[in-house]
């Protein structure tokens, strides 16, 4: 008995330690003060470690209400990824991935999109999770046409080299978010985190494309991504929603190491046609299997516009011209079919390699709004 409460105490004082911080912390955005990088990154140790619920749903409604600064969400993304389960695939990768909450109740580009880029060549490691704001999450689609939630790092890495693409669902990387899980099932409203989700791949993706579902999110989500050292990856927000659609007019960040580069983009212009926003979540399995089947549906022009965009973040980028695939036919000719290395079907078939790492599982909790 003792010898139980004793091991116990060192942790007690860790979290009675972050229990203090983290009211200097609360104080500081009480008077709408910023935190800085390291401060940030501490309120997320603490909250990670158990610090009080109703210290953490304070921090996270106070960030909130002030308005979170890139160097706030770049401080959590940085703890965050320090406490993730870790994935080393043998080349490197890129993710297209949104963060959904658009509210516009789309079929899943980002997913559509990423099996297209594998199909042109591209290594993705798409990170994701079940729906929120829409029918037709990532994890959702690819779980219904059988590929697996549930792969541990190794299973991931071994999918990437015979497939050209892995899929990692978040709950199993991130253990570390049990504990914030039901703080933001109580609050439901978005916070920080409803942000995040993009910027901890586990893969560690320095180039890829992320959408994000405000144009206010543009330049915050771009400079977080710059202050955690991104290779080059486009955040993009078109017409209301988290995806690159040939609908309008698209806001577009692009993070290099030598800074962000802000610009327009009108996928028609690049020769995409013209679509609108409709909600299409019986159409999503459909659209997804044979996107190239369908070449005129708004569904099969944004998912091409989408990938075509994410062929200039990988090494390979300069075989492209103005962001479009250089070889189109896997989603515009009708009568060419995708390489079977990227079929759901090879997904299925991927194995894990001998590894002695944990495999993940699902937290009980679902991921709230």
């Known amino acids: 008995f003792f010898a139980v409460h004793l ?35 501490a309120a997320a140790e603490a909250i990670i ?20 600064t890139p160097a706030e969400v770049a401080g959590m993304v940085r703890t965050m990824r320090r406490h993730m389960l870790t994935v080393s695939p043998a080349r490197p990768c890129i993710d297209i991935v949104g963060t959904g909450g658009d509210g516009h109740h789309t079929v899943n580009i980002s997913t559509a999109a990423s099996v297209v880029a594998a199909a042109c060549g591209a290594a993705v490691a798409k990170h994701g999770n079940r729906s929120v704001s829409s029918k037709c999450g990532s994890a959702d689609v ?9 792969l541990p790092p190794s299973g991931i890495e071994a999918c990437i080299a015979q ?6 669902f ?11 899980v039901p703080v933001r099932k109580a609050l439901g409203v978005r916070t920080v985190f409803n942000i995040l989700g993009p910027l901890i791949n586990p893969a560690a993706c320095t180039r890829g494309v992320i959408g994000v579902y405000a144009p206010s999110l543009v330049a915050l989500v771009a400079e977080a991504l710059h202050a955690l050292g991104a290779e080059l990856i486009m955040v993009v927000h078109c017409c209301g929603l988290d995806e690159l659609a040939p609908i309008g007019e698209a806001s577009v960040a692009t993070v290099t190491p030598a800074g962000v580069e802000y610009s327009t983009l009108d996928c ?23 996107p190239g089947h369908i070449p005129r549906r708004p569904c099969a022009v944004r998912t091409t516009s989408r990938a075509a965009t994410a062929w200039r973040t990988p090494p390979h980028c300069a075989r492209c011209s103005r962001g479009r695939s250089p070889d189109p036919s896997p989603t515009r000719s009708p009568s060419t079919p995708a390489p ?5 079907a090879s997904l299925r078939r991927c194995r894990p390699a001998a590894s002695s ?7 009980a909790h679902p991921s709230p709004p």
């Open 357 to 363: 790492r944990a495999r993940p599982s699902p937290p």
């Open 340 to 344: 079977d290395s990227t079929s759901p």
């Open 7 to 41: 091991d116990a105490l060192p942790l007690a004082r860790v979290v009675a330690q972050h229990c203090r911080e983290m009211k200097d912390t609360i104080e500081a955005l009480v008077q709408r003060q910023d935190l800085t990088l390291d401060q940030s990154a």
């Open 163 to 168: 497939a050209g693409i892995a899929f990692m």
């Open 49 to 68: 470690a158990g610090a009080d619920p109703c210290q953490a749903a304070a921090l996270l409604v106070l960030l909130r209400s002030k308005g979170e």
């Open 268 to 290: 028609t212009r690049l020769g995409f046609a013209a679509c609108s926003i409709a909600a299409q979540p019986s159409a999503t399995l459909r659209c997804q299997r044979r």
């Open 170 to 180: 978040a709950p199993g990387f991130h253990p570390a978010m049990k504990n914030i």
């Open 142 to 150: 690819l779980e219904e046409v059988g590929v697996s939630l549930a």
